[in-house]
């Protein structure tokens, strides 16, 4: 759906129901900000249905990381990073390529796994936790603590949509050539609509956009 039609239904819904105006800019913001929501509670579920892969893989990156760029096991993720999926890293044991698997654990686990007996740390035994650096940049800390040569695979940021245009008076140039689109399929974007009608303020019922819309259609009509 391309962003001037996401435009011309929140201005139809707001001036239906609040009278107000908003520039481009504020609406682009209010829509990158309902679809982080609407990502938010699509990712927790992610893979569950054929649905919910189809509204979110087009979102998965795969980060390639060396020795070289893993020092003292420590990987930085790419600025878009926003949910980590899989790690796996890449070992090389007398000639034979392994692709090992990283289980993923959080703090308090690390300490167990590092003395664990049972499953014994080793590159052949990976494991990472998730961490922030100082200036907020997202980490995966591996271990054994060392360089190691593999890949990340992740669920990327939304790209932020941006309305260009001219105005010349109160006239406003829509300019698509210049603008950057919602990547979300027509569903998904329906969605992040309502939500951002709700972050603008609004408390609207599914079937109260429902009826709006329909009467809108047949006006067009």
Known sequence: ???????NKLRFYIDKFKHDWYPPEQLD???DDAQLEHFAGLQPQYGATQKLYDDIHRFKEKYAFTNASSAGGIITLPQNYLHLTAVETVVDDNGHILYLPVELLN????????SSQLIPMSVKNPFCTIEKDVSG???IHLYPEL????SAFYLRRPVAPKFAYSQVGRIVTYNIGTSVQLEWNDPAIEKIIFKALGLLGFNLKDGEVIQV???KDKAVA
């Open 29 to 31: 913001s209010v829509l």
């Open 107 to 114: 703090e308090a686990q690390v300490s167990t796994r590092k």
């Open 137 to 139: 940049n997202c980490l």
């Open 1 to 7: 759906m391309d962003l001037e039609v996401v435009h």
């Open 147 to 150: 360089p190691s040569a593999g």
């Open 213 to 215: 819309s329909d009467a």
